[in-house]
């Protein structure tokens, strides 16, 4: 069963670079911007790491009876970064195309954030493991 859900992730992961490619043409052509790049991808992932780590820390201070603020201000600040994605497609492409567009790069963005930070966590795990041993584990 593990097999085919992997084989499933490697075809959604395909079928989104492609509607990725077919988007980014479109809007080349069109518009001379391109919804899908870097540095519209490193935002995406800031905003939503800041919508995560408030989420949680927001749910932990309510159970605690802390300062729900802390949370709730990253909550806003992950908000803002995705809004601000969502704004600068719309001043490129129009109303229509933009909020379009961005609905549908903010979904793939979700899946490829999540995978990105997962795999940069496990390089950072493998770079501390090394040898079978914590560093921390040998005096």
């Known amino acids: 069963m593990i097999v085919l859900k992997i084989i499933a992730v490697l075809i959604a992961i395909y079928g989104a670079v492609l509607l990725m490619a077919e988007m980014n043409k479109y809007t080349i052509a069109t518009y001379r911007y391109a919804f899908f790049n870097k540095k519209n991808f490193i935002i995406a992932t800031i ?55 961005s609905c549908i790069q903010l979904i793939i963005y979700v899946g490829f954030s999540t995978l990105a930070v997962m795999l940069i966590i496990a390089a950072i795990s493998a770079a501390n493991n090394r040898n079978g041993y914590y560093y921390d584990d040998h005096y």
Not at 68 to 91: D, K, P
């Open 47 to 101: 905003g939503y790491i800041l919508l995560y780590v408030g989420y949680q820390w927001y749910i932990k201070a309510l159970a605690m009876h802390e300062d729900l603020l802390n949370g709730q201000l990253l909550l806003v600040v992950g908000t803002l970064f995705l809004l601000y994605l969502v704004w600068e497609n719309i001043m490129e492409t129009g109303w229509i195309v933009g909020i379009l567009f």
